[in-house]
């Protein structure tokens, strides 16, 4: 029996990034096209290929790319017979008797979402061998499904308007992948899925795990500072960081490069994952757990600081990207001059790295205030907040109006290019009318 499923991605984050993403795929859909999402491993193809026909409101069926599967997997195929007797004794001397075999069709996937309309998923199609592929060409190009020549169904299936495909695949350099028939990539959308940017991964972490911010950036920059060390680039570290922050949460492990636990957990995930030989992925973690601990905002890197500090470990702390595996006995010391965990200031880093971000962005000087042209009534309820106080900065914006850091860095961002907002000291404050004006 075929199984139709009805598309509900749970808890889908969505981040502007991944928006813009959803919205690009949603208009070839709507027009009629199919979308193949392409990407490294990890990337969040499959789910926002979930998310894609979610949106389009049709039952959706689900194929799985496999190299063992045939075109009859994807099409359907002969299933057992059906036997008709007629047995006819009208007559109580003449007994006639006729003796009927048929063989079943059943529809497979493929054909039941063209015949009925429905969303395709076709999960890493490149699995599958290319020439089980080809039966998408004609269904793709002359709405034109074919299907082997049998007594008792019709050969042609004509696509239903409302079919589309969402294919995701892994690049060929992959293990196990195929190449694709350039036929076939000809009538797709191919749209290439970058690793989600940090603050998105970061959402995604809370969403799942419900872990805090502050917890969930530290699992984002560690993965993301060792893979891009250890020369990981075939995969997003988006999975690695879920499996770190799940296990912690649901295990009440402490998200601190302090935590014995949680330092196992990042070895365990991460190890393995790495194109380095064992030891010296083991030593480039080591280092990047041990310049967490340590890891100052730059400005508060104080001379102080450094006259205890060997150079070589400053470098270390200051200059994640180029950290020698050499350097692993001068990394050491630096954890006995560092008696607390100086985790809270480096996430404190992050965030604030990404307002410096967004202020680097925004002009000092702003246009003439716009007051009451809001895009919405967040706008206008963090315009009246502002009014009240004595200037806000991020995290007050987040805790008042219960956002995410990514809906008050848009909001904010909108707001001060329209000229409500203006900021100070790392901190927002709104522009009445007259003061801009004066
Ligand atoms: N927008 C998102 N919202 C919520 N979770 C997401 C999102 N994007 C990715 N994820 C999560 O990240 C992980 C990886 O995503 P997914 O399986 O979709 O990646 P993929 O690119 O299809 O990977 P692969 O190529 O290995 O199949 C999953 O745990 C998924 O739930």
């Not at 702003?366 to 009451?372: A, F, L, R, T, V």
């Not at 809001?374 to 987040?398: C, P, V």
Request: aromatic share 6%.
């Amino acid at each position: 029996m075929t199984t139709v499923l009805r598309a509900s991605p749970r808890r889908f984050v969505s981040t502007p990034p991944v928006e813009r993403l959803a919205r690009r795929a949603l208009r070839y859909l709507q027009s009629g096209f199919s979308v193949h999402l392409r990407g490294p491993a990890g990337t969040g193809k499959t789910t926002l290929a979930l998310h894609l026909a979610d949106l389009l409101a049709r039952p959706m069926m689900l194929i799985y790319g496999d190299d063992e599967s045939r075109s009859s997997d994807l099409i359907g195929a002969q299933s057992g017979y059906t036997r008709k007797k007629v047995v006819d004794n009208f007559i109580h001397s003449v007994v006639k008797v006729e003796d009927e075999l048929k063989h079943n069709w059943v529809d497979s996937r493929l054909t039941m979402a063209c015949r009925e309309g429905f969303t395709l998923v076709y999960d890493e199609f490149n699995r599958s061998r290319p020439e089980v592929n080809n039966v998408l060409l004609s269904a793709l190009e002359e709405k034109l499904l074919v299907l082997p020549p049998t007594s008792n169904q019709t050969e042609y299936v004509r696509v239903n308007s409302n079919f589309r495909a969402i294919l995701t695949s892994n690049s060929e350099e992959y293990c196990g992948v195929h190449g694709t028939q350039d036929a076939l990539m000809d009538r797709l959308v191919t749209i290439i899925m970058p690793e989600p940017d940090e603050l998105t991964q970061q959402e995604i972490l809370i969403q799942k795990t419900s872990l805090d911010r502050a917890s969930a950036s530290l699992i984002v920059q560690l993965v993301s500072t060792f893979r891009t060390q250890s020369g990981l680039v075939k995969s997003s570290g988006l999975r690695s960081s879920v499996v770190i922050a799940k296990v912690c949460q649901e295990h009440n492990i402490l998200v601190s490069p302090d935590d014995t636990d949680f330092r196992e957990i990042c070895s365990d995930v991460l190890l393995s994952r790495s194109g380095l030989p064992f030891h010296k992925a083991t030593e480039l973690l080591w280092q990047l757990i041990s310049a967490l601990k340590t890891n100052e905002s730059a400005e508060q890197a104080n001379e102080n600081a450094k006259s205890n500090i060997p150079s070589v470990a400053i470098e270390a702390l200051t200059d994640k990207t180029e950290i020698d595996f050499e350097e692993i006995t001068e990394s050491k010391q630096i954890e006995s001059f560092r008696q607390e965990s100086n985790v809270e200031r480096s996430i404190e880093l992050t965030l604030n790295e990404q307002l410096s971000e967004l202020l680097k962005e925004i002009p000092t000087t702003q246009d003439e205030s716009q007051e009451g042209d809001f895009q919405n009534s967040e706008e206008q309820r963090i315009y009246q907040y502002l009014t009240h106080t004595d200037g806000a900065g991020l995290s007050d914006l987040e805790s008042e109006f219960s956002m995410s850091r990514t809906q008050v860095l848009d909001t904010i961002r909108s707001m001060t290019r329209s000229g409500q907002v203006t900021h100070r000291d790392r901190k927002f404050f709104a522009v009445v009318r007259s003061e801009v004006k004066a």
